[in-house]
């Protein structure tokens, strides 16, 4: 319904009860000879004009009246009076939170990347007056606004903007929209955006960049560990440069290490058995492993 438009109202139950009330009483009183027919007649016709003079709003609309094409005020909630003929109920502005759906398709971001943006708004009217007087279909100036604000805001910002600050976006949207609506008795609650659509070649080329840089941030640590490992190894090797007893309890603890695991097989070079003595060690350790199992 556009605005100016009266609006599709139910049958007034108030006014179908006076009309059948006064029906009534005239036929009673002309039944029971109390009035005359024609006098019965002139009742009856006139709660023609009395009920066709009782409005009724619902709590949340306001009635805009007219006496003559001029504006008169605001009625309602609930029943009021209107002068029949001369009178004339405009439209009914409802006042409750509405919700409109936007959606700006193939619209070009600051990096000319053609996006589609789906947005929800929220809306009311806050001054019914205002909202009568000042603009015709309130309804589309409210929806045409948003969707021209929405692509104004899309074509200042880089698609990674929008990806990633979509409250920023809700949020310059809604200041936009007041700025323009306030004078129209009407205020924007909230702007949510749903979501982003983007081309399918576009979304398949940004998945592999960030595939990509996921790979470049794993070889960057694996090589940061392998710097610190190298690092760790040439300390550890200067601790046992000049320090044999050090380096000889270090193979003794890694020859440990390797024979403590059942099955487990060691192959030590001769070498390593001559200076650091460790074919006694190997024997000992080896000893000790069949006695465990006998114990």
């Not at 955006?193 to 694996?222: F, N, T, V, Y």
């Amino acid at each position: 319904m556009k605005f100016g438009e009266t609006k599709a109202r139910p049958i007034n139950p108030v006014a179908v009860s006076v009309v059948v009330l006064s029906a009534g009483v005239a036929v009673a009183l002309v039944m029971f000879g109390t009035l005359p027919l024609p006098a019965g007649i002139a009742l009856a016709l006139a709660a023609i004009p009395l009920a066709a003079s009782i409005r009724i709003a619902d709590q949340w609309e306001k009635a805009v009246v007219l006496r003559m094409g001029k504006y008169t005020g605001m009625r309602g909630p609930g029943a009021f009076l209107v002068i029949p003929i001369i009178d004339r109920v405009s439209s009914y502005i409802d006042q409750r939170t509405r919700v409109t759906d936007i959606k700006a398709e193939q619209t070009l971001t600051k990096d000319t990347v053609p996006v589609s943006v789906d947005a929800v708004l929220y809306w009311l009217v806050w001054d019914a007056e205002k909202t009568a007087l000042e603009v015709q279909d309130y309804e589309s100036a409210v929806e045409f606004m948003a969707l021209t604000a929405l692509r104004d805001i899309i074509g200042k910002h880089d698609l990674a903007d929008l990806l990633q600050n979509r409250e920023v976006i809700g949020s310059a949207l809604q200041t936009v929209l007041d700025e323009h609506t306030n004078p129209w008795g009407i205020t924007c609650q909230s702007v949510g955006i749903k979501d982003i659509l983007i081309p399918p070649g576009l979304s398949d080329a940004m998945s592999k960049q960030a595939q990509a840089e996921r790979e470049r941030q794993a070889r960057i640590i694996l090589g940061t560990a392998e710097t610190e490992i190298s690092e760790k190894f040439l300390q550890a090797s200067k601790n046992y440069q000049d320090n044999p007893v050090a380096l000889q309890l270090r193979g003794m603890n890694m020859l440990f290490e390797g024979l403590k695991e059942k099955g487990a097989l060691v192959i030590v070079p001769c070498s390593a058995l001559d200076s650091m003595n460790l074919g006694a060690i190997g024997g000992l350790s080896a000893m000790a492993q069949q006695r465990i199992p006998a114990a």
